[in-house]
């Protein structure tokens, strides 16, 4: 049973920068985690989830515009650990954020309704 849970989250001021991980577990094997996509996904309320970013198993990273140059994702597989660096953040960032995982080696893709394990979720909070 695959588990993903955050972490890192919380209360920032427009500007500031804060960094969330999302620790993996169920996987057999660092190469099963390595192999799937990943994502970071945001819902704030009354709005529908959205993409924020996404890495696939080469390393390569996909933004929505809004968190293009200001946010990086990332993975470390040795210890099956996905992260999501927030830079200058804005108070519009504000939103429960979610890491979420692609169920078998499933191309990346930014609709949320095409990944099938996902954590519980963090809040992160920006105020002006």
């Known amino acids: 049973q695959v588990q993903l849970v955050e972490s890192g989250g919380g209360s920032a001021q427009a500007g500031g920068s804060l960094r969330l991980s999302c620790a993996a577990s169920g996987y057999i094997g660092s190469s099963i985690f390595s192999s799937r996509c990943m994502g970071w996904f945001r819902q704030a309320p009354g709005k529908e989830r959205e993409a924020v970013a996404t890495?696939?198993?080469?390393?390569?990273?996909r933004y929505a515009d809004p968190v293009k140059g200001r946010f990086t994702i990332s993975r470390d597989n040795a210890i099956n650990t996905l992260y999501l660096q927030l830079n200058s953040l804005k108070p519009e960032d504000t939103a429960v954020y979610y890491c979420?995982?692609?169920?078998?080696?499933?191309?990346?893709?930014?609709?949320?309704?095409?990944?099938?394990?996902w954590g519980q979720g963090t809040q992160v909070t920006v105020s002006s």
């Open positions: 979420a995982a692609r169920y078998r080696q499933y191309s990346c893709a930014s609709d949320p309704n095409l990944f099938y394990y």
């Open positions: 890495i696939d198993s080469g390393g390569n990273t």
